[in-house]
């Protein structure tokens, strides 16, 4: 490739020595066109940690950050506005008015036309930042480059500690790398330094040119590329290369004798999932590239670091995140409260909630109310801590392995107050995908704004961050299976409840992992139901003895355990309703379906039957 010597000319020497350092006419292309679109005054091209200083200190001096009393913690306040994931401002851009199931999509032709409009000027007097990512080990097979764009020096500095920086990849690989891009500008701020017009908020997902562009926001769910806007993007790819672009965590199990069994997981927010995760060896909270390798599914966590809700984290249920937000590292705390002595305060936290401070609302006092009378509380319900992996001290020496670790099984968690059991296992994949996963349902939560407690469809916890036909995402979920001996499926519900109580312990789900974990080798019995594969309740007895030193009452099995017939056949009728029309669904599908409600019918029209009837 043959520089060329009008490549980059808006920018400034020194960026413009680094990106052509890139050979990469493509990003070429693309940085330029963002740079004479946005018009910064000035660009700054990151190449690693001493340039990730910097960032962090742009953010202090802006006041995007301020410093907390615990070395390296810094807050960051939001919008009130501007708190959560914007489904209704988030559009994929589809040619020729295309339409997806499910999804919110925009003509691509309009949509461009219209960021393009909004992002004109957008960086006028400001820093145009530029970052280099790998979305996975540097060097991996499974790995994805990717480039930042951006006039917040919060949103590179949450970046710089949530994934690998990869200027050097990009580099050594120049002209062979596709890259992912993204290009987010705040916009117009408003006294406070915050995005003030957010009736403009706008996420476009280009899958087309594989851009995401996010303008007049400042809430990582929005503005963080890498986070769940580059998810719309590595589901697609993907789909094309075979692989599973998944929002999963990724943890090791420790089983007898030192075993250690590796599980992914795919919970919709607030419904246990960064728990269970940091209840083994962590490899990833959020999200995991799955692929065949040899005969075995393997998986890599795309990120390095952790972007979780903090609402009722406390020493007790939560002492290895705990430990981390209370000592000093590198720790962004997002929407709590401030106290007065430099400290933070969040709901849930394990401390008398102080008198008054200074929240995402301004000055708070306990008792402050909004203008329509409302309490408003400390910290907002989808106040966030952003960390890096490192931090963690069950951190498993794998995470960073460009090879990956071999996945055992797969669980798909929902927050289902009346109708599933807190675990069972798939009879086989197809059943797994078909009546588990596809058929996710979980009560809406504060990390999507709508109406709270409402129960969702959301299949595979993934619906928000689709960028392509449920159809076409269920059929390669069921073709992934067929590579081989696939990893064993389970499902989970932490959140069984019965006249208004919860019928399990945030500990619980220790023996639950304990149960999949014997399971994937032979090592448990199973009790088969309509449902799938139910525990012994001598085997969970015998579990919570050795796992939490605590009796296990048959009374309690039962409660939990019992199949809802009712519940699940009604289940049934509305997933049916929902799949059939949608074009291009798999016979297999339906035929997995129907083959469930025969099961249950089987039961003679009981509303619920005791599990101990299986036995």
């Not at 920018?11 to 050979?23: G, Q, V, Y």
């Not at 200083?53 to 001096?61: G, K, M, P, Q, S």
């Not at 499910?102 to 219209?114: A, M, N, S, V």
């Not at 008198?355 to 408003?376: C, H, L, Q």
């Amino acid at each position: 490739m043959q520089e060329n010597d009008e490549a980059l000319r808006e920018i400034n020497e020194e960026a413009r020595r680094r990106l052509l350092a890139i050979r990469n006419e493509e990003l070429w292309r693309f940085i330029d066109a963002a740079v004479r679109l946005c018009n910064p005054s000035n660009v700054f091209v990151s190449t690693g940690d001493e340039d990730a200083r910097r960032v962090r200190e742009d953010a202090l001096r802006s006041g995007e950050e301020r410093r907390l009393r615990i070395e390296g913690h810094t807050i960051h306040f939001d919008s009130p506005l501007d708190q959560a994931r914007a489904r209704e401002d988030t559009a994929i851009l589809l040619p020729n008015g295309e339409k997806l199931p499910f999804i919110r999509t925009k003509d691509r032709e309009e949509g461009l036309k219209e960021i393009t409009e909004l992002l004109r000027d957008s960086m006028r007097g400001r820093t145009m930042y530029v970052g280099f990512y790998s979305l996975g080990p540097k060097g991996s097979p499974f790995s994805l480059l990717a480039v930042q764009i951006t006039d917040s020096a919060y949103v590179m500095h949450s970046e710089n500690i949530l994934y690998r920086q990869a200027y050097d990849e990009a580099v050594r690989l120049g002209a062979g790398v596709k890259f992912l891009k993204f290009i987010h500008s705040q916009g117009e701020l408003d006294e406070m330094g915050r995005s003030r017009n957010i009736s403009k908020r706008r996420i476009y997902i280009d899958p087309m040119d594989e851009t995401v562009y996010s303008v007049n926001t400042q809430y990582g769910g929005n503005s963080i590329g890498l986070k769940k806007l580059a998810l719309r993007l590595t589901v697609r790819r993907a789909m094309r290369e075979g692989w599973l672009s998944e929002h999963m965590f990724l943890m090791g199990v420790e089983g007898p004798g030192g075993r250690v069994t590796y599980l992914t997981g795919a919970f919709p927010s607030m419904s246990g999932k960064t728990s269970t995760a940091m209840m083994g060896r962590l490899l990833g909270d959020d999200l995991a590239y799955l692929r065949w390798v040899n005969g075995e599914v393997r998986a890599v966590n795309p990120e390095a670091g952790v972007f979780g809700i903090i609402e009722g984290i406390n020493s007790k249920d939560d002492p290895v995140i705990f430990d981390v937000l209370s000592r000093p590292g590198e720790a962004i705390f997002s929407n709590v409260l401030v106290t007065e002595d430099g400290g933070v305060y969040w709901s849930g936290k394990d401390e008398p909630e102080p008198e008054r401070g200074v929240n995402y609302a301004g000055e708070w006092w306990r008792g402050k109310t909004d203008d329509k009378g409302n309490p408003i509380p400390p910290s907002h319900p989808n106040a966030r801590f952003t960390v890096p992996l490192k931090s963690f001290k069950n951190l498993d020496p794998a995470y960073d392995d460009p090879s990956g670790v071999k996945v055992g099984g797969v669980i798909f968690g929902s927050r289902d107050p009346d109708t599933f059991v807190p675990v069972v296992e798939a009879f086989d994949w197809r059943h797994g995908v078909v009546t588990i996963a596809a058929s996710l349902e979980s009560e809406r939560t504060a990390a999507v704004i709508g109406r709270a407690g409402e129960r969702e469809f959301n299949p595979m916890a993934i619906l928000d961050f689709l960028s392509v036909s449920l159809s076409d995402y269920v059929s390669h979920y069921l073709r992934f299976g067929e590579g081989g001996t696939p990893p064993k499926i389970f499902g989970v519900n932490y959140f069984l409840r019965r006249n208004g109580a919860f019928l399990n312990s945030k500990e619980d789900k220790r023996v639950w992992l304990a149960w999949m974990e014997r399971r994937i080798h032979g090592e448990a019995g199973a009790v088969r139901t309509p449902i799938g594969l139910l525990p012994r309740y001598g085997d969970l007895r015998q579990l919570f003895k050795s796992v939490l030193g605590k009796e296990y009452g048959e009374e309690d099995y039962a409660a939990q355990f019992s199949i809802r017939v009712k519940k699940h056949l009604e289940k049934i009728e509305r997933i049916r309703g929902i799949y059939s029309s949608i074009p291009g669904m798999p016979k297999a599908f339906f035929d997995a379906l129907e083959e469930q409600r025969g099961r249950l019918l089987e039961l003679g029209g009981r509303d619920e039957v005791s599990p101990f009837e299986f036995q």
